[in-house]
């Protein structure tokens, strides 16, 4: 699954890259644009924007992670704590909103809206949020049941952290 939400990224990272190059350079140029640019760049920042949550949330780089837990006068037991409650909560926030998110896929599809100029329905690429909230979820309860079996404390699927590194 990580190698899916690293290849996504990367892929959604280059393609807004390279097209939005490619229209400046055509704009500059060649004095015309290419139509679709906006709204190709804008589905990617949707699917990047939660399929990179989601990987941020694997690997411990959410912002709690590295606000709290890298102050060396907070004890263990806190972090430990502090760990399996947010991972629990954010589990359980995330499970909620991917249930919500599709719910709003449902009313996206039933409205019919597709985008403007290449008439892609909404709800193809806004189908991102519930499956980003979705692996949130998964990756925050996979920390929480960590945190509750360790003796070390998980604040990322990749990061877990023992007395000697606190």
Not at 60 to 74: E, T, V
Not at 117 to 132: C, D, H, N, R, S
Not at 136 to 152: G, L, P, Q, T
């Amino acid at each position: 699954m990580k190698k899916i939400e690293e290849i996504i990224i990367v892929i959604c990272i280059i393609a807004i890259t390279i097209i939005m190059n490619v229209n400046i350079v055509l704009r500059h140029l060649l004095n015309m644009s290419w139509s679709p640019t906006e709204e190709i760049c804008l589905i990617l920042v949707v699917v990047f924007t939660f399929i990179g949550s989601a990987y941020a949330t694997r690997i411990g780089a959410h912002l709690f992670a590295s606000f709290l837990f890298d102050l060396p006068m907070i004890s263990f037991r806190f972090k430990k704590f502090l760990a399996t409650l947010i991972s629990f909560v954010s589990g359980a926030t995330a499970a909620f909103v991917a249930y919500l998110g599709i719910d709003f896929i449902r009313l996206t599809y039933i409205s019919g809206r597709t985008t403007p100029v290449l008439g892609i329905p909404f709800y193809w690429f806004y189908a991102a949020l519930p499956v980003g909230f979705a692996l949130i979820a998964w990756h925050s309860m996979v920390c929480f049941r960590e945190n509750i079996r360790s003796d070390k404390y998980c604040i990322g699927m990749d990061e877990m952290r023992g007395d000697d590194q606190c």
